[in-house]
Each structure stands twice: as C-alpha cells, then as structure tokens.
C-alpha cells in the first residue's frame, strides 16, 4: 500500500539557517506526485511546492527547494534562510495516480524557528 | 478575493444535533474534496466530487452526507453529532485529474489541492 513517512516529529532551527524537512514514500506505481504543504498556527493548509515522477529536475519555489532522490524514494524539502514566520506544521502527501489521484498524507512536521 | 472558503470556521455544538458545513471555491476546478483532520493533526479524505459526481467515498459514517449543487460548492452534513466527530473539517479544490490539457499525458496532471481555512468542529 502507498506510504507517506515524515520521521521528524518536531524540529527546532535557529533562525536564518537552512532546514531540511524528511519524506520517504513507499509505492511501486511509476507516476505519482509529491507535494509539501505549510499549516501555520491560524490552521490553514498552504501549498508549497510539487514535485512529478516525471520530473528531471527538482522543484524549487523561492526559499523552497524540493531534494527529489527517486531511487530512494525520498522528496525532502528545504528551506533556506529559514524565518520566524517558517514555524509551522509541515506536510508530505504523494498523489497515488492509480486510485483516483488521491493524496496520501504523512503524519506531518511541527518546525519551529528559534530567534 | 477568497479561493476556497469554507463557512462557519467555528461551530461548537451539542451532541445529537445536525449540522452543515458549507465550502464554495472561485478558482474554475471540477473536483472537489472534504478532509477531516483528528487531533494528532492527521489529514484523512472522506469525500472526493468531480463535477458533482461521487468519486471518493472512504469508510465515513452515514451521518456524513455530502452534497454538491454545482461544481462550485460541496457541502457537508453531518447528522446525530457524536464526540468523536470534534475536529477540523478541510474542503479542497483541484483541476480535473482525470482531464489533462490538450494533446498532455493526464498521468502528468499536477492535481495540486487547494484548502480553505478549515472549520473547527467541537462537539458537547
């Protein structure tokens, strides 16, 4: 079955350095998608950045980086310059292409930026 | 000008009452989706329309009653409040998975989802 595997409970990052938040998948199908969403504490869910199967190269959308290792099946992603305003749940989810393109979720990251 | 809202985003009630949830998104998308988000902060689907079809449909009790209108709104009704139903409740919107851009492999549809502000749901 399709897996999504976030190890990091919790992380505390000094401000202004760079994060690597960790995703591990599990799935045998070949296509599939990968996304990161932002929960702040206000509750809502913010997208990201996505990553296809397909894909060449990795994502990136401005401070955010997406470190796609398809072999491994890991899609970690990375924060640079890390803000105070970076403190928030983080979430992994892969798009499972052979079940109605639903998003299977990991159990999430609570990050928080220290000043 | 709001995406996906979702109202009320508060909604504290007595157990035993009915309820609804009500989403509505302005970004053009066929599918929609209903989320439940439990207190460990776990998001599981419960609902998935595509242009008011029922396409996902995950192990929800009956008392969960979603209804879409038109391809712009996915409502959800909840009978007999029960304790365990106190949560976040998510409504999403996505572009069609099922229908690429002319002429593209649909397996390369980005299906990105985007969320309203979620309703928090307490149940007395």
């Known amino acids: 079955a399709q897996k999504i595997t976030q190890t990091q409970p919790g992380m505390f990052v000094q401000e202004k350095e760079a994060v690597t938040l960790d995703c591990t998948y599990d799935t045998s199908d070949p296509s599939y998608g990968l996304f990161w969403y932002k929960q702040p504490s206000s509750g809502e869910m913010i997208f990201l950045i996505y990553?296809?199967?397909?894909d060449q190269q990795n994502a990136t959308e401005g401070r955010y980086s997406l470190n796609f290792q398809k072999a491994r099946k890991s899609a970690n992603l990375v924060i640079s310059a890390s803000q105070l305003g970076d403190s928030a749940m983080y979430f992994c989810?892969?798009?499972?292409?052979?079940?109605?393109?639903?998003?299977?979720w990991g159990a999430g990251t609570k990050l928080i930026i220290k000043p | 000008d709001t995406a996906v809202s979702q109202t009320p985003k508060y909604l504290v009630t007595q157990m035993g009452n009915d309820k609804s949830i009500k989403c509505e998104q302005n970004l053009g998308h066929d599918t929609m989706y209903w989320y439940k988000q439990d207190s460990k902060k776990f998001l599981k689907i419960m609902f998935s329309y595509n242009n008011k079809e029922l396409i996902i449909n995950e192990t929800v009790p009956n008392r969960f009653s979603p209804k879409s209108p038109d391809k712009a709104h996915l409502n959800l009704h909840i009978n007999s409040l029960e304790l365990g139903d106190s949560a976040v409740y998510f409504c999403?919107?996505?572009?069609?998975?099922?229908?690429?851009?002319?002429?593209?492999?649909?397996?390369?549809?980005?299906?990105?989802?985007?969320f309203g502000a979620g309703t928090r749901l307490s149940v007395l």
């Open positions: 989810a892969m798009r499972d292409d052979y079940s109605n393109y639903q998003l299977i």
């Open positions: 999403a919107s996505s572009q069609n998975p099922w229908e690429g851009a002319p002429g593209s492999d649909p397996f390369l549809a980005k299906n990105i989802q985007y």
């Open positions: 990553q296809g199967s397909y």
